[in-house]
């Protein structure tokens, strides 16, 4: 059974840092390129990130770069997304997803597998 699960989600202060971690089962990083989306109340759902095992490549929009990052571990089956210097606008429940990263493309072009979500909650 495939399984995507966030954590790490919580409330911090503005400035503050907090670090998700996406933990895969049924697959591995080299079958499937992990996205981070969130989706705040009222909004629609937004990329954040990818990481693909496969092709050595990782993705973060360019509207976070500076002040997010994506790694992984391998070992663990685990994708992480860094969030440093957090603004009250980043709160959101964020998500991860699996999918094929087809060649050309940063990231997959749909996601067949979704977690549950975390909430980052981000007071001023």
């Known amino acids: 059974e495939v399984q995507l699960v966030e954590s790490g989600g919580g409330l911090v202060q503005a400035g503050g840092s907090l670090r998700l971690s996406c933990a895969a089962s049924g697959f591995t990083l080299d079958d499937y390129a992990i996205g981070w989306f969130r989706q705040a109340p009222g909004k629609e759902r937004e990329h954040i990130s990818c990481?693909?095992?496969?092709?050595?490549?990782?993705y973060i929009r360019d509207s976070m770069k500076g002040r997010f990052t994506i790694s992984s571990d391998n070992a663990k089956n685990t994708v992480y997304l860094q969030m440093n210097s957090l603004k009250p606008e980043d709160t959101a429940v964020y998500y991860c997803?699996?999918?094929?990263?087809?060649?050309?493309?940063?990231?997959?072009?749909?996601?067949?597998?979704w977690g549950q979500g975390t909430q980052v909650t981000v007071a001023s």
């Open positions: 997803a699996g999918g094929i990263k087809q060649n050309g493309n940063s990231c997959p072009q749909w996601y067949d597998y």
């Open positions: 990481f693909s095992s496969s092709h050595h490549t990782s």
